[in-house]
């Protein structure tokens, strides 16, 4: 059963950052893609970014050219790098890690963009 361990959410004023990384239990990015999504109040959960077991990269329109996901293989952990946030990014932010019907997520962290 692969774990997977959210952290670095917080609370940021508009226009500044916050990294978040997720931390699997197993050495899955040769075979799962992983990413992330997130959740705001009353609202369905929506794709954020995500990175295939190729390394190809895909993100939301709403933040391609501020946020940046990678990984570090070595560390086992994806990381979600936000620039110039603002307040509609407010929302719980979840990892995941999706192969073929295999399909996981991390318990989320919260991410509050307010001045």
């Known amino acids: 059963q692969v774990q997977l361990v959210e952290s670095g959410g917080g609370l940021v004023q508009p226009g500044g950052s916050l990294t978040l990384s997720c931390l699997a239990s197993?050495?899955?990015?040769?075979?799962?893609?992983t990413g992330w999504y997130r959740q705001a109040p009353g609202k369905q959960r929506e794709f954020v970014a995500t990175?295939?077991?190729?390394?190809?990269?895909n993100y939301a329109d709403s933040v391609k050219g501020r946020f940046t996901i990678s990984r570090d293989i070595a560390k086992k952990t994806v990381y979600l790098r936000m620039n110039s946030l603002e307040p509609e990014d407010t929302a719980v932010y979840y990892c995941n890690a999706k192969f073929d019907t295999l399909d996981h997520w991390g318990q989320g962290t919260q991410v509050t963009v307010s001045s």
């Open positions: 197993q050495n899955i990015f040769a075979i799962y893609t």
């Open positions: 990175i295939s077991r190729f390394g190809t990269l």
